[in-house]
């Protein structure tokens, strides 16, 4: 009987410590994911994930194969890409580069998206905005059958967890906060109503259901709200006529957020122009970070840093920039090369450690590059790349570090010179 008992205590003290162990993994685990932020006595913001340094070195991730367009109800989201119906996805593994140029996909040439993105140095992608049929979301996403066919499904988050796990890459997890429309419920006609209370509600379903998907998985690194909203009328988001009622919303949702998920930062993700931040320090203290989409031009960002620090000091990424690689003037990926260093190094110089003299404000966490690949749908036929202008009078379907190459293979990934460039700044020695 005594010998029992010693024997209930001893595997007793096995479970108990067994369970301590656990708990302790779960709490350096979380320690490990921990995003926050921090500013220096001398005003300089830095990013830190699991108490290290971290600096944003990313790209804008959203790959549509070749014939497919939003504005015909045919774009699909790449998450579900499988067309050959062999269990694994199409452009994160099965990518290929045409290394003997042969123009054939022979045998050791497939490479995968993922892959080519570890190997470049990214260790961030963007996302504008993931799917989601958490009940918190209601029936929002069946407005439309291009809404649908995009969003009103699962995301792929064992794909994600791979991402992460496998190549070293983080997410920027992002909702459009009725950017074209997407989440909010509104006609396309009369686009986002941020004064409509029935607008507004379904873009909190839709920023909730988001949270509560990804909050507590390994590969988030921040949640932002809106794609350049403030300046975006041609996705009929009428932010930039009611910059109060978006800022009030933006304040609420990241209140929301915050009360959701302690472990990661808000940001909001704003066109070049700076005069919403007024409306966001009145309505919108909590907002972590802010994002510029931003295109000044081969030498940065200019007074873009001084502006923020001085209306709202936070930390900022560049949550776009780029330059096509076709114009006017011809094929340009030589200058589209020079363009993305040169705001690239005004990135890093606006950094804690970057320039220490002249005008660096010492804000800057990191960027993201557009686009990863070229978009055929932009300008005109979706089966066809376009040489003709679009928004901003650039030839938008060009903007790639990787191009489709011109023999319609949605697969295929051709370097170009800006992808070399940033794998000899971005890989860690």
């Known amino acids: 009987m005594k010998r029992r008992f010693v024997l209930i205590l001893f595997f007793c003290g096995i479970f108990i410590s067994m369970f301590d162990l656990c708990v302790a993994k779960n709490q350096l685990d979380a320690q490990l994911d921990k995003v926050s932020l921090i500013k220096h006595s001398d005003g300089d913001w830095e990013?830190?994930?699991?108490?290290?340094?971290?600096?944003?070195?990313?790209?804008?991730?959203?790959?549509?194969?070749?014939?497919?367009?939003?504005?015909?109800?045919?774009?699909?989201?790449?998450?579900?890409?499988?067309?050959?119906?062999?269990?694994?996805?199409?452009?994160?593994?099965?990518?290929?580069?045409?290394?003997?140029?042969?123009?054939?996909?022979?045998?050791?040439?497939?490479?995968?998206?993922?892959?080519?993105?570890?190997?470049?140095?990214?260790?961030?992608?963007?996302?504008?905005?993931l799917p989601s049929v958490n009940n918190a979301a209601g029936d929002i996403y069946k407005a439309s059958a291009s809404?649908?066919?995009?969003?009103?499904?699962?995301?792929?988050?064992?794909?994600?967890?791979?991402?992460?796990?496998?190549?070293?890459?983080?997410?920027?997890?992002?909702?459009?906060?009725?950017?074209?429309?997407?989440?909010?419920?509104?006609?396309?006609?009369?686009?986002?109503?941020?004064?409509?209370?029935i607008h507004r509600e379904n873009i909190k379903k839709s920023v909730k259901a988001m949270v509560l998907d990804h909050k507590d998985e390994?590969?988030?690194?921040?949640?932002?709200?809106?794609?350049?909203?403030?300046?975006?009328?041609?996705?009929?988001?009428?932010?930039?006529?009611?910059?109060?009622?978006?800022?009030?919303?933006?304040?609420?949702?990241?209140?929301?957020?915050?009360?959701?998920?302690?472990?990661?930062?808000?940001?909001?993700?704003?066109?070049?122009?700076?005069?919403?931040?007024?409306?966001?320090?009145?309505?919108?203290?909590?907002?972590?970070?802010?994002?510029?989409?931003?295109?000044?031009?081969?030498?940065?960002?200019?007074?873009?840093?001084?502006?923020?620090?001085?209306a709202f000091d936070r930390p900022v990424f560049i949550s776009e920039f780029g330059k096509p690689a076709s114009g006017p003037d011809g094929y340009l990926e030589e200058k589209q090369m020079h363009h993305v260093k040169g705001n690239w190094e005004d990135v890093v110089a606006n950094s804690h450690g970057g320039a220490s003299e002249g005008e660096a404000i010492r804000s800057s966490i990191g960027g993201i590059v557009f686009d990863w690949l070229d978009r055929w749908y932009m300008v005109g036929n979706p089966t066809e790349q376009d040489k003709k202008k679009n928004f901003g009078g650039v030839y938008e379907e060009w903007f790639g570090i990787l191009a489709m190459g011109q023999n319609a293979d949605s697969l295929k990934r051709e370097k170009r010179k800006v992808y070399d460039y940033l794998k000899g700044v971005w890989v860690e020695e």
């Not at 649908?148 to 890459?169: C, F, M, S, T, V």
């Not at 009622?245 to 808000?266: F, N, Q």
Request: charged content about 25%.
């Open 218 to 310: 390994p590969y988030v690194l921040m949640w932002v709200l809106g794609n350049e909203n403030n300046i975006a009328s041609w996705s009929n988001c009428n932010a930039k006529d009611q910059p109060e009622a978006y800022a009030t919303l933006i304040g609420e949702l990241t209140r929301m957020i915050k009360e959701l998920d302690t472990d990661h930062p808000v940001a909001v993700c704003e066109g070049d122009n700076q005069d919403m931040l007024k409306f966001y320090a009145r309505h919108a203290k909590e907002i972590d970070v802010l994002a510029y989409n931003s295109y000044r031009g081969a030498f940065g960002f200019g007074t873009l840093w001084k502006s923020v620090k001085e």
């Open 47 to 129: 990013l830190f994930v699991g108490g290290k340094p971290y600096f944003i070195k990313g790209v804008l991730y959203a790959p549509v194969k070749i014939g497919e367009d939003p504005g015909n109800a045919t774009m699909r989201d790449w998450m579900l890409y499988d067309d050959d119906n062999d269990g694994i996805n199409d452009v994160a593994f099965q990518t290929w580069v045409d290394v003997n140029g042969n123009g054939k996909n022979d045998a050791g040439e497939e490479i995968g998206d993922f892959q080519l993105m570890k190997e470049m140095g990214v260790n961030t992608v963007r996302f504008y905005h």
């Open 147 to 197: 809404t649908a066919l995009q969003y009103d499904h699962a995301p792929n988050k064992e794909l994600l967890r791979r991402l992460y796990n496998d190549y070293g890459i983080r997410v920027l997890v992002g909702n459009f906060v009725g950017s074209w429309t997407i989440g909010s419920g509104a006609d396309w006609a009369g686009g986002t109503d941020y004064t409509n209370p």
